[in-house]
């Protein structure tokens, strides 16, 4: 099984007194992994006991270890945990697993102080991580947990936040916080900042009805409000011109917004000149700086798990794996209302937009709806204010007029990327990655070696290249030619046969290699040419990506083969107005959008169009997931190939073809 833990590695047993151990099974998973084999009774040489930080049954452990003698492992969530809190049943994305105390605890160091006090700290290569996955955090508004709106309004920046927690928790306990403690640290906020308004930010488990906090209605004055919204913590600390804390994460993330916030307790992050503290803590003597902190705190320390391959992984998986579920939840948590929908495809978007609440499917857009409404894109005309839906770049092992589901969808709020007549939400993503940082330039590096070493496409379907004549060699890539991108993107050549000869005409001595478009060559679709004369090689039932690594240039309308060309370094010229011309990166024969002004390299192009663009559904675990996790179930052949009755009925298509409007509904 994969992520299983190395044959013959060392194990331990950990002898556990709390049943959370055994019926949480990530949990349980995680330890696993890390070489821990939870059992019951009393502990021997060698075994460790496992509690669950300063929580109501850790003395049960403590005292048996006391007794015994055994070393205690105490575990913890990680600091970035989950979309929801762990009250809700979703399960941690990491843990914390220390055998010296707990980081919220200062009446001993835990393991996370140690390193922070004597850990070089000093590696290049680590701090540049820290940097950049504390830029990640900010950037998709990634806190411990991560179901936030970041489009909640917020209040005129300029105010002093003071941040409440869930009473009587442990981290609260540790620091000696109680009611008193926190109608002190408000006071100063006040005392401190005369004048300033004050926001107090209501813990997410009190938003959520699970734990009551130490403020609430009665603490709002003229100058004091509540925040009781799901909003993110980074726009919030931007507004902020200072933060008060107990212990609070939210501390810790105020350092890395920039603030260098109050700290009445003795949470991991204070003592370390990072912060203004009002208990002293002698112990912590040494000044870091906000990158050390990071890569102690967020890469050193925890324990993170993937959950689409089973096994620990770094830093930077979990904040792929959370983008890929913030976006999601940030995107389906109203619902949706949906119109345009051919019946064969609605059980697919349920799985991949109704995990929140159940799509409710119409036949127009509702007059008044409190959730957002989606519309295939090709149905979208006269539709006002909708997001339009359609196939991603990475699609399936199959033909979507076959019937195959999709394994990713695009969503635009703005246009969609096959139009060049109006401006998409894709076009201004890739406007923003005109300039990428090295985390980011070296993402998509890598998915860019994962999709050539795998020779993906959009469908993945055909064989080998057939053998082709030497010279100079041209790919002309057919499409269908009633497609959206063709009636929308393309002026003076707009069938295939005038686009062989456009070539043939520019390139009277290379060699043409003609590849019909999928779903004509199934007789799913139009586009058949009676006579492919211009071409030297009809390359029918191919691979394309066979094809691409044979060839020194593309020749094509609209066709997504282009930017397949694009990313394994072959030439490229357009004859419409693809989403991947007018950038600088291709020969632009056809007419493109002036505003297209960015000029971003082929790695910018790859991230906006395959990394921010599209949602990719993973078939094993039913969640949302990375784009990487979609490559990889494509390589395996875990994709979903849709019910037999759907496969019946593409079998059915070929003598219907030209009824496609019907069964096409």
């Known amino acids: 099984m994969q992520g299983e833990p190395t044959a013959g590695a060392q194990r331990t047993r950990l002898l556990v007194y709390n049943g959370g151990f055994f019926t949480q099974r990530r949990i349980r998973r995680i330890l696993n992994l890390k070489g821990y084999d939870i059992r019951l009774g009393l502990p021997g040489d060698g075994d460790v006991v496992g509690i669950w930080g300063n929580s109501p049954t850790a003395h049960r452990g403590l005292t048996i270890a006391a007794r015994k003698n055994a070393p205690i492992l105490r575990v913890e969530d990680a600091f970035l945990r989950s979309l929801h809190p762990g ?53 998709l508004h990634l806190s411990k947990y991560s179901a936030v709106d970041p489009t909640v309004p917020l209040p005129e920046p300029g105010y002093v936040l003071v941040v409440d927690q869930a009473r009587d928790d442990a981290s609260v306990r540790a620091s000696g916080g109680d009611d008193a403690r926190f109608r002190e640290m408000l006071v100063m906020a006040q005392e401190e900042n005369p004048g300033a308004r004050v926001l107090i930010k209501t813990h997410p488990e009190t938003i959520a009805g699970h734990r009551s906090g130490y403020f609430s209605e009665q603490d709002e004055t003229d100058r004091v409000s509540l925040l009781d919204d799901p909003t993110s913590p980074w726009p919030l600390l931007e507004g902020a011109i200072g933060v008060y804390t107990l212990s609070s994460q939210l501390g810790f993330e105020a350092i890395m917004a920039g603030h260098k916030p109050r700290v009445f307790g003795q949470p991991f992050y204070a003592g370390w000149g990072l912060t203004l503290d009002e208990t002293y803590l002698p112990r912590r003597q040494r000044s870091l700086t906000r990158a050390q902190l990071f890569a102690a ?23 792929d794996t959370l983008e890929a579920q913030t976006r999601a939840w940030r995107q389906d948590h109203k619902g949706w209302t949906a119109s345009g929908m051919r019946l064969w495809k609605r059980k697919h978007l349920q799985q991949m937009f109704g995990r929140e609440k159940k799509i409710r499917f119409v036949e127009a857009p509702p007059e008044a709806s409190d959730r957002p409404h989606m519309v295939w894109a090709n149905h979208a005309r006269g539709v006002e204010n909708a997001v339009r839906i359609e196939d991603g770049f990475l699609r399936s092992r199959g033909l979507g007029a076959r019937l195959v589901p999709p394994i990713s969808l695009a969503t635009d709020d703005l246009g969609i990327y096959y139009d060049p007549t109006h401006p998409s939400r894709l076009e201004e993503l890739i406007s923003i990655r005109e300039t990428l940082r090295p985390d980011q330039d070296l993402r998509a590096e890598r998915l860019v070696a994962q999709i050539i070493s795998g020779q993906f496409s959009k469908y993945n379907t055909g064989g080998d290249a057939p053998a082709l004549p030497e010279g100079h060699r041209i790919l002309v890539p057919g499409q269908v030619e009633d497609d959206a991108s063709i009636l929308l993107g393309t002026s003076d050549v707009r069938t295939n046969r005038d686009l062989l000869r456009a070539t043939r005409e520019a390139n009277p001595n290379a060699i043409l290699i003609y590849k019909p478009h999928p779903d ?120 979903r190939n849709g019910s037999p009755s759907l496969r019946l009925l593409s079998k059915l298509q070929g003598a219907f073809a030209t009824h496609a409007h019907l069964w096409r509904r």
């Open 87 to 139: 009250r809700m049943g979703e399960p941690p994305l990491g843990l914390l697993l220390d055998r010296s105390g707990v980081h919220f605890d200062p009446a001993q160091p835990s393991g996370l102080e140690t390193l922070l006090a004597t850990h070089p700290l000093d590696d290049t290569a680590l701090l540049n991580r820290a940097r950049y996955g504390a830029d990640r955090m900010r950037e």
């Open 297 to 319: 705190a967020m890469i050193l320390y925890p324990t993170w798990y993937d959950p689409y391959r089973d096994q620990l992984c770094e830093l930077e998986t979990v904040l």
């Open 520 to 639: 004509v060559e199934a007789g799913l679709r139009e586009g058949a040419i009676e006579d492919e004369g211009f071409a030297d090689v009809i390359a029918s039932n191919t691979n394309p990506a066979a094809l691409l690594s044979q060839v020194q240039e593309v020749w094509t309308m609209t066709s997504l083969l282009g930017f397949e060309a694009l990313l394994r370094g072959v030439r490229v010229t357009t004859l419409g107005a693809p989403f991947y011309a007018g950038w600088g990166l291709t020969t632009d024969l056809g007419t493109v959008p002036a505003r297209r002004g960015a000029r971003p390299s082929v790695l910018g192009l790859v991230h906006a169009a395959l990394i921010d663009y599209p949602r990719y559904l993973d078939p094993a675990t039913g969640q949302p997931c990375p784009v990487d996790v979609a490559l990889q179930r494509l390589t395996d052949g875990n994709t």
